[in-house]
C-alpha cells in the first residue's frame, strides 16, 4: 500500500527522475503505447518499497507548456505506470510534474523561471512539505545535471544515472 502524507514516523525518500530513469526517454513521452520502462526500474521500486523508503517521482513535463500534450495526459501515463508498477508488486507514492516552461504558449503554464522546474527545487521541496521525509537519509536519481542541481538545491544527496539497469545501479549505492 502506498504510504500516507500522515504517517507520524520520517522515513527516507528516494525521488526518481521519470523521462532517463524509470523509462527510456524518447523525448516527450506521453502515451502508454510508446512507454518502454528501463530495465530494473520496476524492481528498483519494488525493492525500496520493501525497504520502507518512499518512492517520489519528480518530472519536468514542458511538453505540457509547450502544448505537445495535456496534464490529464501526463495524469493518465502516471495511472498507467501506477497500474503496471501493482502488476510487479511495486508502487509509487507521489507523483510531481512541472508543466511550465519559459516558452509556453499558454499563459498559464508560461513562467520565466518556474520554481517547479528542475533545476529549482520546488517539487523536491513540496514533496518535502507534504511528506514525513528524513532528507539527510534521502537520495534523488536523475540522469542531467539539472536534476542534480536541483537535488543539491533542496539539500538531497544526487546521483547521475547513466543508463543501463536501474536496480543493478542502486544496488551499488553506499546508503546511509
Ligand atoms: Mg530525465
Redesign the pocket.
Known amino acids: 500500500m502506498p504510504a500516507s502524507p500522515t504517517d507520524p514516523i520520517q522515513r527516507p525518500a528516494l525521488f526518481l527522475?521519470?523521462?532517463?530513469?524509470l523509462n527510456e526517454?524518447q523525448g516527450y513521452v506521453y502515451r502508454w503505447e510508446d512507454f518502454r520502462w528501463i530495465p530494473g526500474a520496476r524492481e528498483a521500486v519494488a525493492a525500496f518499497n520493501r525497504a520502507g523508503w518512499l518512492v517520489i517521482v519528480v518530472?519536468n513535463q514542458s511538453g505540457v507548456g509547450r502544448g505537445f500534450y495535456t496534464e490529464d495526459a501526463v495524469h493518465a501515463l502516471h495511472a498507467a505506470m501506477a497500474a503496471d508498477l501493482a502488476t510487479a508488486g511495486a508502487h509509487i507514492d507521489a507523483f510531481y510534474h512541472a508543466p511550465q516552461h519559459p516558452d509556453a504558449e499558454a499563459a498559464a503554464y508560461r513562467h520565466p523561471d518556474p520554481p517547479l522546474r528542475k533545476p529549482n527545487p520546488g517539487m523536491i521541496l513540496q514533496a518535502l512539505a507534504d511528506w514525513p521525509i528524513d532528507r539527510e537519509a534521502s537520495l534523488l536519481i536523475?540522469?542531467?545535471p539539472s536534476?542534480l542541481e536541483a537535488a543539491l538545491r533542496a539539500g538531497i544527496r544526487g546521483l547521475l544515472f547513466e543508463g543501463g539497469d536501474l536496480k543493478a545501479f542502486l544496488e551499488t549505492i553506499s546508503l546511509p
Do not use: I, P
Request: glycine share 18%.
Open positions: 527522475d521519470r523521462d532517463g530513469v526517454d518530472t536523475g540522469d542531467k536534476d
